[in-house]
């Protein structure tokens, strides 16, 4: 097994030759913030811009903006999607280094203008804008539609300030004009994109957009955001109504459901209707793949909806953004797993799956800087950047998040013809894509038919693959059982692995649908003990120290896999699950460093993970009519 490890795990870490079906391991973040959205700017980004993100993601050393030192990424990236909110896009920034433009008001109003401007500017300028920001959330005592309906954006604090349209016209430009000076194709990628940011209620229903085109392009339209529409359906005859227009191609990806409250992926749309074919065709249009995880926790699933599951309970971050605390409640929407399985019974009534999602993760981050990494976590505002800052809470009225309740998350693996914004976006429609909750674990995974461990020795394991089968976000349609190759290599910087899951969900003839976790292979030579679980690889952190001793774990893991409870009339899907060894927590760290023996209210250690796109099973006409 080790030289098949070798030689296929050469395959992963490298790029191919020159043939249609060569991929190479290219990795992103599809969404960052910068001094242009308004919640990183009163939350003390006052300075990183988008010329900042680039330059920190291509590896180049840059001024922090809260504390003003050098700061430098561990390993660049490949690519990039600077995503600040379309909402307000570059004017809070503006009122506060030009001042407020009150031309063509009245009396009355100027004074508002007037006041709402010196209020605003004395919360920046004295480190306390987080306070302003609390108070234009959204009321939680609303349902979503009601206060999708109320319009609650134009109704806030910040309506009373003038917001030029031109003003957010200049922003777009000069945030466009960044990424076609950035764009390296071959070398690095910069994709335009932006974020819709509709929140009803506190139900997060954000959308990434990422667009393959360029500047000129891109600047023949101003970004939609919730100002336009808190709908999605709203958002996706936009993106149908542009792109026909001007020729740009985009995809918009749901970011954070674990705390949608269940509307991110429910059976009916935001205003109350049941799903039509029109409906579900849109959507699966437009949003190819969500992202399973990022700083405000993971979404891959809970332990409210896999019991059965030792490592669901993961990154769980019980916070709405809203102004008044409530109580975090689990919905079946809130989880990508849910989703999927959610999607097999939508089908067997609609005849259309509308969750035939990928993943990916990324790390909405607001400080400019894409960081992920344990070891140099910059949080996800500029406040919560120092270790003293994190203990602080994120408060409205009541409990509230901080900085140590954040992950240091995500990444985006793609697997790509090449580096352009073309081959990036390719990747993501074909959902041959995936995400880690930060290491650079590169995981390959197809299905198909009679695959062997022979097949681990390819001279070209992904041609042999695609002939016989298919990649991560595929869909097989065939009677017999499928079988399944998936390969793991740790981060060349990073802990060994722990082991590798297949986490297989089904439709039952009843029309519910179920789960299981298989451990497929692992490390160490463990053997499963009488209840018929592996037991624990172990744990080497030093929690004095946070350092990780690699004395367990593996470096590579790749097997082939045949699901042995397989039912050939039901359909089904099938992702990877990589699970590193545990490793220091960015807030033991942080602990660490103060003095501290642990976090308040945090794990010490975690497991670092891969998920991969699922593999979809159909039963071909011979297998449903058996």
């Known amino acids: 097994m080790d030289n098949y490890c070798t030689l296929a795990l050469a395959l992963i870490l490298y790029s191919f030759g020159a043939s249609a079906q ?46 003003k030192s050098r700061t430098q990424i561990g390993t660049p990236l490949d690519f990039l999607v600077v995503s600040d909110h379309a909402e307000f896009l570059g004017e809070i920034r503006n009122i506060h280094i ?27 300028d004295t480190g306390e804008g987080r306070e302003l920001f609390v108070r234009v959330l959204p009321d939680p005592d609303l349902t979503p539609l009601e206060d999708a309906e ?56 954000h959308r990434v957009v990422i667009s393959d085109s360029d500047a000129p392009t891109a600047q023949l339209y101003d970004p939609f955001g919730l100002d336009d529409s808190p709908f999605p359906e709203d ?19 749901p970011h954070n459901s674990n705390i949608s409250k269940g509307y991110m992926f429910s059976d009916k749309s935001l205003r109350g209707k049941p799903f039509t074919e029109d409906y579900v065709a849109l959507r699966s249009k437009w949003e190819r793949v969500a992202e399973i995880t990022q700083i405000k926790g993971d979404s891959e699933t809970h332990p409210k909806f896999s019991p059965d599951d030792e490592f669901a309970d993961f990154e769980t971050y019980p916070y709405y953004i809203q102004r008044k605390w409530t109580e975090y ?61 994190k203990q602080r809470r994120f408060t409205g009225e009541g409990p509230g998040s901080s900085g140590w309740a954040m992950s240091a998350s995500g990444m985006a693996a793609v697997w790509a013809e090449s580096n ?109 003990g009488p209840d018929g679980q592996l037991p624990a690889v172990g744990n080497t952190v030093n929690l004095k120290t946070g350092e990780v001793d690699n004395s367990i774990g593996a470096t590579e893991l790749a097997t082939v896999w045949t699901d042995p409870e397989f039912k050939p009339q039901l359909s089904a899907f099938y992702y990877v699950r990589v699970l590193q060894i545990p490793t220091a927590r960015h807030s033991l760290l942080d602990a660490i460093a103060l003095g501290m023996e642990h976090a308040a209210d945090q794990p010490d250690t ?21």
């Not at 809130?334 to 005849?351: A, N, Y």
């Open 329 to 389: 409640q689990p919905q079946r929407g809130d989880f990508v797993r849910e989703t999927l399985k959610q999607g097999l019974e939508l089908e067997s009534k609609l005849g259309q799956n509308p969750y035939m999602l990928g993943v990916i993760g990324s790390t909405d981050s607001h400080t400019a800087l894409s960081s992920a990494e344990e070891d140099n976590f910059h949080g996800k505002l500029a406040t919560d950047s120092i270790p003293a800052n």
């Open 98 to 124: 030009n001042g407020v433009d009150t031309q063509g008001l009245g009396p009355i109003d100027t004074i508002k203008a007037w006041v709402a401007a010196y209020m605003l500017n004395e919360a920046i």
């Open 22 to 67: 060569d991929r190479q391991l290219l990795w992103g973040d599809t969404h960052l913030h910068t001094s242009f959205s308004s919640d990183a700017y009163t939350n003390n980004n006052l300075t990183a811009d988008p010329d900042t993100a680039y330059r920190y993601a291509t590896g180049l050393p840059v001024i922090h903006p809260y504390h």
């Open 606 to 626: 975690i497991q670092e993970r891969a998920y991969t796109s699922s593999i979809w099973y159909r039963p071909s006409p011979e297998a449903s009519a058996g």
């Open 150 to 205: 109320a319009s609650g954006l134009q109704n806030s604090d910040l309506g009373i300030l003038p917001m030029p349209k031109q003003v957010e016209f200049d922003t777009w430009r000069q945030i466009t004009d960044a990424a076609d000076y950035y764009n390296k194709p071959g070398e690095f990628t910069a994709l335009i994109g932006w974020e819709w940011s509709s929140i009803p209620a506190g139900a997060n229903l």
């Open 235 to 253: 958002l996706w005859a936009w993106l149908e109504k542009t792109s026909k227009e001007t020729g740009a191609r985009f995809t918009a990806i």
């Open 420 to 528: 352009t914004r073309e081959g990036i976006l390719d990747a993501l429609q074909r959902r041959e894509v995936y995400a880690t909750t930060g290491p650079r674990i590169a995981v390959q995974f197809y299905g198909g038919s009679d695959f062997t461990e022979a097949d681990l020795e390819s001279a070209d394991l992904h041609a042999l693959a695609a002939e016989r089968g298919v990649p991560m976000g595929g869909e097989l349609v065939q009677a017999e059982p499928p079988s399944f190759l998936v390969l793991a290599a740790k981060d060349p910087k990073g802990a060994n692995l722990d082991r590798i899951q297949v986490v297989k969900g089904w439709l039952g003839p009843d029309g519910k649908s179920h789960e299981k976790v298989f451990d497929v292979v692992w490390s160490d030579e463990r053997e499963f």
